[in-house]
């Protein structure tokens, strides 16, 4: 079985642009969860999915959003890009009684 | 809300010696809790996770972790470590009950030394 699987794996942006960050769960897995590694630090929840459904969302400004689609893949989008947006987005999902999550390898997002 | 410290953000040790990466955390209600392991350039890896049960947690890489409930405390350890440990390693907590944000300490990086 696939894993999670997040495209692309780099890209370089440049800043006042927009990007659009893609995610595919294990299949069988419904909620995807989005997450920001700046350099240095531990992951900071960003948003999470669950059946389409924003479950929760994390201290991110409105420049930031999200949707699941029905085959619960997700997008994660970022308006009017900051040199401070350049990070490693990664992506979870959560099977059933979603007590376990498992990581992607990542986007590595550049804004220059 | 929960937060995780990682007290050490670097740990050296020599090849064969054994390790501990510690964790504490800080939450009013009940957690659960989890230990990742990220090498350079890719994404992260569970090593082993606490729901419930025995407080003795074993995982992969021979890696052991231990819940501690009156210390609020998650230490990791491995009683030899290898080159190939060399890595991050994040102490992750969540709320019990299911499909709650992880919250990360930030990170322990081991190197091991030959």
């Known amino acids: 079985d696939a894993g999670v699987t997040q495209s692309p794996t780099h890209l370089i942006k440049t800043r006042g642009q927009h990007v659009t960050l893609r995610c595919s769960p294990i299949s069988g897995h419904k909620s995807v969860s989005w997450y920001q590694q700046v350099l240095g630090q531990g992951p900071q929840f960003i948003f999470q999915y669950y059946e389409k459904e924003e479950r929760g969302r994390g201290n991110f400004p409105d420049r930031f959003s999200a949707r699941q689609f029905p085959n619960y893949s997700s997008e994660l989008n970022v308006n009017a890009l900051l040199l401070g947006d350049s990070a490693l987005y990664l992506c979870?999902?959560?099977?059933?009684?979603?007590?376990?999550?498992?990581f992607g390898s990542g986007t590595r997002l550049t804004v220059v | 809300a929960q937060s995780v410290t990682q007290l050490d953000s670097q740990v050296p040790v020599f090849e064969e010696a054994p390790v501990e990466l510690r964790c504490n955390y800080s939450s009013s209600v009940s957690v659960y809790l989890f230990w990742y392991v990220q090498y350079p350039n890719q994404g992260l890896q569970l090593l082993l996770k606490?729901?419930?049960?025995?407080?003795l947690v074993k995982g992969i890489n021979g890696f052991e972790a231990e819940f501690n409930k009156s210390q609020t405390s998650f230490h990791l350890r491995k009683p030899s470590v290898h080159i190939s440990d060399t890595a991050e390693y994040f102490c992750a907590v969540t709320l019990t009950g299911g499909g709650n944000k992880l919250t990360f300490g930030t990170g322990t990086q081991l190197k091991v030394e030959l």
């Open positions: 979870a999902s959560q099977g059933a009684g979603l007590r376990g999550y498992t």
């Open positions: 606490y729901l419930s049960g025995s407080t």
